[in-house]
């Protein structure tokens, strides 16, 4: 088998070279057409349960929307538009790919070393694949790319996507994102999307005019109404796309955005569940979550991980001292709240957010493995949701972002590295868009105001100079560049721990468990790990000032500038991370 196919239950399918049957769930009509460019409309025959079906002599190429009373759309399953989101789909031929890596089975979960990229930055699917190189020889072993399904412009984040099936034209065409994926392999990289199903873009989605049971009028999410996941239709919808990336486009892994805003939670394990009896046997598939209540439950179940925001947040805190907004939650006893992440997981596990009003936030996580949790230091939320886009390399010391690096890449929980971390860059990650009009207005004027409330901008004028994301500058500035005076340095620290971690940490993280870990000093944690065969120990001190510690047992496989020393003689040094082996 050199090509793969996905068969939709909804859009257009090209079922002979010349013939093409197309399907749409519209409840709110009683009569559909499918209009053809450079043909007649081909009416659409009414089945039961609201869906129309036709079949058109047409192939590979065709453009199509389908007609509604006075309205044309676009289809909600196209695999490819021809322009825009306002504008036609295309039939695509999903096995005129021909796949060299057909043997491909990804790698196993506790291999992993993410790097999270946004492709339209880089060049669009080609220029990811001119990184891929590099990025192997950094010892990556996934990339993950931002959402790259269609969305309405040329820029944009990617979580203001319409149309969930069609990878976006600014980027390339699903054969090139195909070659992507098929690159990534020749380099033994797995390759992972980041996929909005909370949620759709406001600008380009058609589907409350023919299908307003599509969402709720009794649940608002921050986008907008809430998809109603009670329905059967909705809830396979969103199950076939999972499918569809991981089957028709080989992806080794998906990243569920914020999933809290699903109002039927069951839905996701029944999503997973569907993607572990249909994927086959023998793939590394990896399932991760972005939960911002910490639920715990769904990890024991068929999903690998979650985003562990917690430990960013108490980590960005030590870094950084900012305390407000979310951060709060994470200002008093920060080496305490870091030393439970590295020992159970999450902070918050039932205990009231301050941040929230009081509210509990969380479950219990002590029990799941290390490896159930992603840990970064940043990402692009917890760079581009600041006003102006800073990067740690504006906000906290060289000397103690390092000795966090070392952490984060020793620890058994499984780390994330966002583009440009891994060069020192000095560029902001900005928020960007690329819409217009009215809509243009809004989303300019609601960022800053979304800053309101914080110090620093209480002033009107600070809150005007917030970038305007659908500027094309916004975007321009975004790109990772490299800082001069620290990216060989700096890249030699990451291909030096990513080594460490594949020599020492990862053969033996198959049954990792947290022995303790603890506070012992204001800024500095001390934490062991019962490995198959072995006990990993980290110590990580970082603040400005030293601070006592016994001598650690076993191997030193990793020092920060002397750190070892300095331990001999009873102290952790500021700004250090060790780690032992024994």
Known sequence: MTSFERRLPSGATLISKNRTQFRLWAPAHEKVSVEIEGAAPVEMQQLADAWFEAEAPCGAGTRYRYRLGDLAVPDPASRAQADDVHGPSLVVDPRAYRWRNTEWRGRPWEETVLYELHAGLLGGFLGVQRELQRLADLGITAVELMPINDFPGTRNWGYDGVLPFAPDRAYGSPDELKALVDAAHDHGLMIF????????????????????????????????????FRRPQVRQFFTENALYWLMEYRFDGLRFDAVHAITEPDWLDEMAAAVRANVEKDRHVHLVLEHDGNVAEHLRRDFDAQWNDDAHHVLHVMLTGETEGYYCDYSERPAERLARVLREGFVYQGEPSAHREGEPRGTPSADLAPTAFVLFLQNHDQIGNRAFGDRLTAL?????????????LLCPQIPLIFMGEEIGSPTPFQFFTDHHGELADAVREGRRREFASFAAFSDPARRAQIPDPNAAETFDRSRPAPDPEQRNARQDLYRKLIAIRREHIVPKLKDAKAIRAEAIGPAAVIAQWRLSEAVLTLASNLGSKPCAADRAAGQLIFETRGGADALKAGQLAPFTTLAFLE
Request: hydrophobic share 45%; glycine share 6%.
């Open 193 to 228: 999307l980041d996929v909005v199903y909370n949620h759709f873009g406001p600008d380009g989605n058609y589907i409350a005019s023919y299908a307003p049971e599509f969402f709720r009028d009794d649940v608002k999410t921050p986008w907008g109404p809430a998809i109603d």
């Open 396 to 408: 906290a010391k060289p000397d103690a972002v390092e000795a966090a690096v070392a952490l984060q």
